[in-house]
């Protein structure tokens, strides 16, 4: 069984930064892909970063060259980095880590973008 706990999120003014975390505990495979999605009020969950086995990552283009993800193998962690913080990104996010055909989430936290 697979368990994703994130922590991070947070109210911040526009413009600001937060870096949200996950940490993954179970049986966690080198090669699974790991990331976030988030959801806004009224709106579909959306991908906004996601890694994969070897480094490889892609992002929205809402949130390119704003956001970074990143993972620590070692600790079974996940990080998002957002900067340059628009209202637009307030939603919950939530962790998704996919591996042997199956997906696991988080259970979310909210990053509330606002002055």
């Known amino acids: 069984q697979v368990q994703l706990v994130e922590s991070g999120g947070g109210l911040v003014q526009p413009g600001g930064s937060l870096r949200l975390s996950c940490a993954a505990s179970g049986s966690i495979f080198r090669f699974s892909g790991m990331g976030w999605y988030r959801q806004a009020p009224g709106k579909q969950r959306e991908l906004v970063a996601r890694?994969?086995?070897?480094?490889?990552?892609n992002y929205a283009d809402s949130v390119k060259g704003r956001f970074t993800i990143s993972r620590d193998n070692a600790k079974n962690t996940v990080y998002l980095q957002m900067n340059s913080l628009k209202p637009e990104d307030t939603a919950v996010y939530y962790c998704n880590l996919g591996q042997l055909g199956y997906t696991y989430w988080g259970q979310g936290t909210q990053v509330t973008v606002s002055s």
């Open positions: 890694i994969i086995s070897g480094g490889n990552t």
